[in-house]
Structures are given as structure tokens and as C-alpha cells.
């Protein structure tokens, strides 16, 4: 028999998918910029520096990649534990925990953008 | 508890699953695991930024010699494998041609191959050390 999907699962796994597009996109550009269109020399904080100050579309660029990385990684590792029924109360302790490393890493990701340019 | 023998189960259904969809999906899920493990680790390294410019250039040092030149390649095949089978799974769910999925995973690995090939060959000079020239 069909089992009805919570509506929070159906949300997640769409987010998982909507992410993971958005991650496409800005993943492919990211490893272009700093491997294979920068195959020369160390990458220093000049290289980094040039190019997010005064460019509101790479400051922009990295805003949203920073965020959008740790959901679908955290989401991800969620729905692979998911997966194998865990109890309820793991279930609350997994989520507890992850959005605390969700936030801490969103804040040092984004505290440390600020601090390149 | 569910997680008892998790790798044994895992094993399990790829034996009695002989196909490149149990592969996909099973590889998927290392490399995202690795992925994720990979983004704290690039945070760390990256989070010296706030201790001042010089901090940030001596910890990128730490990690921009030939040794990590090689471990980068394993790297970039985690993200592209794991990107382009995110790329399948989402097209073969949201057009509906979830049957023909054994099709988009060979048109999926030319892509991956071709990709690895150039980003071994950008990288080649890396490896030998010759373009890390300094800050």
C-alpha cells in the first residue's frame, strides 16, 4: 500500500533537486574560474581580492553559492540517514545537529566573503 | 537499530542489482558524502581570510603544492560525476523518460570522460610542480 509523503520530505527532496541546479551552474563556473581557466601560479589573496571587490555579481555570486552549498550537502546527507528508518529520537538529535553546523558554516562561509574583498 | 549492517546491506543490493542505475546510485552517494566532508574542509582553509591577508596566503599555501595538484583531480571527478548524475536523475524525472536512464548514463559518462580529460591535461603542469611559481 502507497504510504502518503509528508508534505516537509516532498519539500525537501524538490529544494534537493532545485539546489542541485543552481549548484550546476555556479559549481561549473566556480572550478572554471579557479582551476581550469587558472592553471598558473598559486591563487593568493590579490587574485581573490580583484575580483569580488566592486563586482556585485561575483559578491552575489558567492552569497547565494555559500548558503546553497551547505543546504544541499547537509539535505543531502539527511536523505541518505532518512533512508535507513532511523529512530525518532536520532532523528531529532541528526536534525538538531545539522542545522547548528548548517548555521555555523553558513556564518564562518559568509563572515570570511566579507573579509576578501 | 536500522543502520545495523548498512555497507553489508549496500553490497548486498548491488549484487542482486547488477546494473549502471545501482552503480550511479551508489557512487552518487559516496561522492556526496565526500563532497560534503570536502566543503568543511575548503571552509576551514578558506576562513583564515578573516585572520588577515598574510594568514590567508600562508594556509593556501599549505594546500597549493603538487601533492594536492593529484588529490584535485579526485576532486574535480567526485564534483563532475556527482553533478552530471544529479543532471540525469533530474532530466530523466522531470521528462519522463526515466526508462530510458541506462541511455543518459553512457551520454553521461562521454561527458565525464571528456571533462576528466581536460581537466587532467590543465592540471598536468600542477602536478610537476613547474607553475607554482610563488606568491
Given at each position: 500500500m502507497a504510504e502518503k509523503v509528508s508534505n516537509q520530505s516532498l519539500l525537501t527532496w524538490f529544494l534537493q533537486r532545485f539546489s542541485g541546479l543552481f549548484l550546476a551552474f555556479f559549481l561549473f563556473t566556480h572550478i572554471n574560474v579557479h582551476h581550469f581557466l587558472h592553471s598558473e601560479g598559486l591563487i593568493s589573496f590579490a587574485d581573490v581580492n580583484a575580483r569580488l571587490t566592486g563586482s556585485f555579481w561575483w559578491q552575489l555570486f558567492y552569497f547565494l553559492f555559500v548558503p546553497f552549498c551547505v543546504f544541499h550537502a547537509l539535505n543531502g546527507i539527511w536523505a541518505i540517514i532518512a533512508d535507513y528508518r532511523p529512530s525518532k529520537g536520532f532523528s531529532i538529535f541528526t536534525k538538531a545537529a545539522f542545522w547548528i553546523i548548517a548555521i555555523i558554516l553558513t556564518a564562518v562561509g559568509t563572515f570570511t566573503l566579507t573579509n576578501l574583498f | 537499530?536500522?543502520?545495523?549492517?548498512?555497507?553489508?546491506?549496500?553490497?548486498?543490493?548491488?549484487?542482486?542489482?547488477?546494473?549502471?542505475?545501482?552503480?550511479?546510485?551508489?557512487?552518487?552517494?559516496?561522492?556526496?558524502?565526500?563532497?560534503?566532508?570536502?566543503?568543511?574542509?575548503?571552509?576551514?582553509?578558506?576562513?583564515?581570510?578573516?585572520?588577515?591577508?598574510?594568514?590567508?596566503?600562508?594556509?593556501?599555501?599549505?594546500?597549493?603544492?603538487?601533492?594536492?595538484?593529484?588529490?584535485?583531480?579526485?576532486?574535480?571527478?567526485?564534483?563532475?560525476?556527482?553533478?552530471?548524475?544529479?543532471?540525469?536523475?533530474?532530466?530523466?524525472?522531470?521528462?519522463?523518460?526515466?526508462?530510458?536512464?541506462?541511455?543518459?548514463?553512457?551520454?553521461?559518462?562521454?561527458?565525464?570522460?571528456?571533462i576528466m580529460i581536460i581537466a587532467i591535461v590543465l592540471q598536468w603542469p600542477k602536478m610537476q610542480s613547474g607553475y607554482y611559481t610563488g606568491m
Open positions: - | 537499530m536500522a543502520f545495523n549492517n548498512m555497507f553489508k546491506n549496500a553490497l548486498d543490493d548491488t549484487n542482486r542489482n547488477k546494473n549502471v542505475g545501482t552503480f550511479a546510485y551508489l557512487l552518487h552517494r559516496i561522492t556526496g558524502i565526500g563532497l560534503a566532508i570536502y566543503l568543511v574542509m575548503h571552509t576551514y582553509v578558506l576562513s583564515s581570510a578573516i585572520s588577515g591577508k598574510e594568514t590567508f596566503n600562508q594556509r593556501m599555501g599549505l594546500v597549493q603544492n603538487p601533492l594536492f595538484a593529484i588529490l584535485e583531480v579526485g576532486l574535480v571527478a567526485g564534483v563532475f560525476f556527482h553533478m552530471l548524475n544529479g543532471l540525469r536523475i533530474t532530466i530523466c524525472d522531470f521528462f519522463g523518460v526515466t526508462l530510458s536512464h541506462k541511455v543518459f548514463f553512457w551520454i553521461e559518462m562521454v561527458i565525464f570522460i571528456i
